[in-house]
Each structure stands twice: as C-alpha cells, then as structure tokens.
C-alpha cells in the first residue's frame, strides 16, 4: 500500500487526469464546435449577426462539398492556407446549423470519381506549374437538387469569403435570386461579366437574374425587383412614362446619373454610338423636384491623388479635386446603404443633387463633400484637366453639396395626360415591331399604389475598374463596387447581407516591411534617376569625342594624338566615371532589398528556433528552481 501511495500514485493522478481531459474534450465538442476567440484586428474570424441568422434560419438540409486538389494545392502555400480557412469557416456553419448544413470534402485526385464530379459540376481547374490542374471549389445542394456552385475559392477573395458563402446558402434556402433589370450606356457593363466588362458587373451576375434593357426599350421586362438605370442615353416620352409606372407601382430603382462622364467613351472604339458624356434625370426629376446640376463637383479637401508632370517635366504626386474620395465619415451611418462600409468611395467628377423640401418623398443623403467644394464646368471637367488647372477654377462653396440620396415614399404619375404615344419612325417593319412589344403595357396608373425606393448617385465614373482596384494584384481599395451592390440588396429587401459584402479585405499587409520597401524604394530610385543622369550626360561627352575621332581618322590623324593633354585627361576621367557609374548602379540594385532580405532571415530564425529555444530555457529555469535550496 506505501509503495502505490507513494511512487504510483503520481503515475495514476497523471493517467487519472489525462483519462478526464480526453473525457472532457469529447464531450464538449459538440457544444465546443463552434465557439471562437477571435484576435485579429478586424475580426476576420468572428461570424456575423447576418450570417448567424441566416444559418439557424435554414429549414431543409444542405449538402456543401468542399472540391479540393489536396496534392496539387500543397506546392502553393497561399492556396493552402486558405483552404485551412475555408474549411475551418464551413466547419463553424455546420455547427451553427444544428447540422442541417452537411459538409464534405472531396479531393479531386487526377481521373478520380470526384474530379468527374468537379467538372460536371462546372469548377475550374486552374492549370498548375504541373501535369495535373488544381481545384478548389464549393458545390452547394437542398433537398430539391436546386445547386450553386463557386468555380474558384481565389485567396484574393478571402475577404468575401463569408459573403460569398452565405448568399449561397441563402439562394439554396429560397433559391429565387432578385431579378435586377439593367439599362445602361455604359460599355463596361454591356460585357458578359467574365472576360468583358467592370469587375462590379460580374459580381452582379454572380448575386442577381440580371436582365440587360436595350437602348430602344419599348416595354420593361415583367417581374423586376430592382431596375438599375446606369448613365443611359436620353429616353423618349413613352421610355420614361414607362419608368414612372414602375415607380408609381412602388417599384425599386437605382439611378445614376452623371453630368462629365469620363469614362462615356471608354468602350469599343469602333462603337459608332458611343456612350454621351452626360445624363441627367430629365421629366422625372423635375416632377420629383430633384434637380442634378450642370456643373461637376471637386472637392480638393477629398482630393484622390494622380501621378502628374511638373512645369520642368518630372513626375509628380498631386491631388486631384475632381477625382473624390468620399470617406465613411461623410456618409450616412444610419441607411444600410453605406452605413457599413469601411472604406472611401472614389468618384470621377460627380455631379450634385438638390432635393427640394416639397418634394414628394422622404429623403437621405448618403454621401456628402467635405465643407468647401466647387463646382467646375461639365465640359471642362470631362476632359483631362491638371490638378494645377483646377485649382485655378476652383471657386470655393461654403456648404457640404450632396452626391448620392435615397428617396422613399409613394409618388404620383408626371404624366398627368396618361400614356404618351409611341415613338413611330414611319418604317412598317420597325413600328409594328414597337407596337408588338408595347401591346403588353398596363393602363395608365396615375396614383400610386405603393411606396417607391429610389437611390440617386450623380457619377457613373466609380463603376470603372480604375477608381477602386488596384491593376497590380487586383486589391479592392475601395467600397465603389459595394456601394452598387449594397444600393441593389438595399432597395430590394435583402438588407442582411450588406454587413457580410461592407466588411474589409483580410489583407493583412506587413507594416514594418511596407515601410523598409517604401524607404528603399524611394532613395532607390532617387539614387538610380541620379546616376542615371549623370551616366547620360558622361555617354553624351564620350560621344562627342567618339564624333570628333571619325572626323580625324577621315584625314588620317590619329584620335588621341589629336587631343590637348585637358581633353585627354577628361576622356580618361569620363571613361572611368562611365564605369563607376555602372558599377554603383549595379550596387544599388543589390541593396535594393537587403534590409527585407535581413528581416525575412531574422524572421525565419525566429520562427523556427524561437519556439524551441523558449521551451529549452523555461525547462532549464524551472529545473534550476526546483534544484535550489
């Protein structure tokens, strides 16, 4: 009995403990599973309210399959470490769900059953540095076989990861995307959102049934939830009696409009109509009593930076006050519009709203200048204007204008003698092609019968790729595209989902290295446009002398014996300074990146040694305390 109480009671407390750990663990996981603590700055890990929600409210199962080249993926560590990411979030969802989300992971190995089901499924297999592509995809199913599929889980969308996962499982439970009807001038979002088009057209393909209106509509598609009217060419009476039935009936519209598009003549060059450089919102808005202005909008407070040429030709960073970055602060926090985005708006030479107070409907401002802008001449300010220029025409207001507003409330008809007649050309053909199209149209409704939501915003240039996305890597660097996007959802109901599209990118750059690289870049630069200089003046002396041999060697003299013992000394010096300028350059381009080349070996001794030393040297301490008197 001494000898279990004393040198085998230690070994079974120990067995005791151990047993009761593993206990412990395996019967809290399932209460466990989904909990969280989350540390990262934005709290790239925590689930939203909106997602919670929208997870627990799922009635019928849904299957998730999870398409992964586990193989393949592990020679790209980006791709592998989101994978981790991706699973961990799916694992959380299931959880969340009481299980009713069923999750699975398929590795789609080359010529396997799961590889067939990819590609049936219409995942992209990516090709690789090897013989075998890579997948990396997300099959969504419900009960009725109803399915969504993501083709690719890009690691430069692990921002939208959650958005991304649960507006699938929101169409899987209510599979019925809104139908969005599109009418627009703009060449950018007349492309097919994949190969063609801005980047905020293929997300609108992605989220909603979008039906594209053309210029000579003579009937609205049946059954629209929203109607997006971007920067479109001048409507005729009877396209814009059309427009207010649908706002009369309570309809949902977002109209943007813009009085200097910058981006009108950025499609097909061969377009022989293309898009005009302004538009405005014509009867309507004077029925509505909103006026867009004539003049653009720069607000140097809010100036965008451009890279510019100063008066001695060098290359300069300047602000430009046409180009707007609207920040959080001045817009509404309270309209789910853009009360949660995070980041800056940039706009291109917006335009103004005034919205009288007898205005029919109840209005809110979404995004306002600073306190000092100016108005600037539509004309002008559609060209390319300087900074410098701008500034010359600047003539400071002394009060906030209004960019973009939202509009709620029933509304009366602005044709008060009904329907006008149709545009007939007088062609047989064309005018009883209108008349079939417009046989459908509904008599003429004067009063409303609903309240209407309208979102003006007076740019059409934000929609531009060039505004918001940075063309190295493709970063998102602004919330344009959301602002689009959150107007859409917010109009047609599904405001949940803004939180999920509004949260910020989960590029976590590193401070300390952006720093050393920007340092390095700068004197780099400046030291090589330097010597750069200096190697062009010496190659151009080197020249003249090189002129002056030919000349000699024509009367048969030699080169150098034909120099003073000055030119022969400074021949000699510019041939030295030749090579020591190319060897410095050289130098410099070496050094370039040794501080970051110093980090990343002290970072990565770190990482690997750093652990086990701390665990050799507590272990020491703790032995060295315990040996003590």
Excluded: C
Excluded at 267 to 279: E, K
Excluded at 370 to 393: D, K, N, T, Y
Excluded at 417 to 427: A, I, N, T, V
């Amino acid at each position: 009995m001494n000898w279990v109480t004393g040198r085998a009671w230690p070994w079974l407390m120990a067995a005791a403990i151990t047993a009761l750990f593993v206990l412990v663990n395996v019967a809290l996981q399932p209460v466990l599973a989904s909990a969280r603590i989350d540390f990262t700055e934005r709290q790239l890990y925590t689930v939203s309210d909106a997602t919670r929600a929208t997870v627990r409210a799922v009635t019928e199962p849904i299957d998730l399959t999870l398409v992964y080249s586990r193989r393949v993926g592990q020679d790209y560590p980006r791709i592998r470490a989101h994978a981790a990411r991706v699973r961990e979030v799916l694992d959380g969802y299931a959880s969340l769900s009481g299980r009713r989300l069923r999750v699975r992971e398929l590795d789609a190995a080359p010529f396997s059953t799961a590889e067939d089901a990819a590609l049936a499924a219409g995942l992209t297999a990516v090709p690789t540095q090897g013989t075998d592509p890579l997948y990396f995809g997300l099959i969504g199913r419900n009960s009725v076989d109803d399915e969504r599929v993501i083709p690719f889980l890009a690691p430069e969308r692990a921002g939208s990861l959650e958005y991304d996962l649960t507006r699938m499982i929101a169409r899987l439970d209510d599979p019925a995307p809104p139908r969005v009807g599109l009418l627009t001038s703009l060449a950018g979002l007349r492309g097919d959102g994949v190969d063609t088009g801005y980047r905020v057209l293929a997300e609108m393909r992605r989220a909603y049934a979008l039906q594209p209106i053309p210029d000579t509509f003579a009937s609205l598609p049946e059954g629209l939830d929203v109607l997006v009217i971007a920067h479109a060419r001048p409507l005729n009476a009877y396209q814009t009696w059309l427009i207010d039935q649908f706002v009369v009936a309570g309809g949902r519209l977002v109209w943007l409009v813009d009085p200097a598009a910058k981006i009108a003549g950025a499609g097909d060059l061969f377009d022989i109509d293309p898009a005009p450089t302004s538009s405005d919102l014509g009867q309507l808005g004077r029925h509505w009593q909103v006026v867009l202005a004539e003049g653009a909008v720069a607000d140097a407070g809010n100036a965008l930076p451009v890279q510019t040429l100063s008066p001695d030709g060098r290359r300069e960073i300047a602000g430009q006050p046409l180009f707007i970055a609207a920040t959080p602060a001045q817009m509404s926090r309270t309209d789910p519009v853009t009360s949660e985005l995070q980041r800056s708006v940039n706009l291109g030479a917006p335009g103004a709203l005034f919205i009288a107070a007898t205005s029919p409907f109840k209005t809110e401002p979404l995004i306002a200048t600073g306190p000092a802008p100016s108005f600037i001449p539509a004309a002008q300010a559609a060209m390319e204007m300087a900074p410098s220029e701008v500034i010359l025409a600047y003539d400071t207001l002394d009060a906030p204008l209004t960019l973009a507003a939202r509009l709620t409330g029933p509304v009366t008809s602005a044709f008060a003698d009904g329907r006008p007649p149709l545009p007939l050309s007088g062609d047989p053909v064309e005018d009883e092609l209108l008349r079939a199209e417009a046989a459908g149209a509904p008599a003429h409704r004067a009063e409303p019968s609903g309240p209407a939501t309208i979102v003006l915003v007076a740019d059409a240039d934000f929609l531009d790729d060039g505004f918001y996305i940075n063309p190295t890597g493709g970063a998102v660097i602004a919330d344009n595209g959301t602002l689009l996007l959150n107007a859409i959802d917010a109009v047609s109901g599904i405001d949940g989902l803004l939180e999920l599209r509004s949260r910020a990118e989960s590029a976590r750059p590193m401070a300390l290295v952006d720093r050393m690289r920007g340092r390095a870049e700068a004197e780099y630069f400046e030291e090589q446009a330097r010597l750069e200089e200096l190697l062009l003046d010496r190659q151009r002396r080197l020249d003249d002398f090189q002129a002056q041999s030919v000349s000699l060697a024509a009367v048969g003299s030699d080169f150098e014996a034909g120099l003073t013992p000055d030119e022969r000394a400074e021949l000699q010096a510019l041939r030295a300074d030749v090579l020591d300028t190319r060897a410095r350059l050289r130098e410099i381009e070496r050094g370039f990146r040794s501080e970051i080349d110093a980090l990343e070996t002290t970072l990565k001794a770190v990482n690997i040694w750093g652990g086990a030393l701390l665990a050799i040297f507590t272990g020491l301490f703790i032995w060295w305390r315990q040996k003590r008197p």
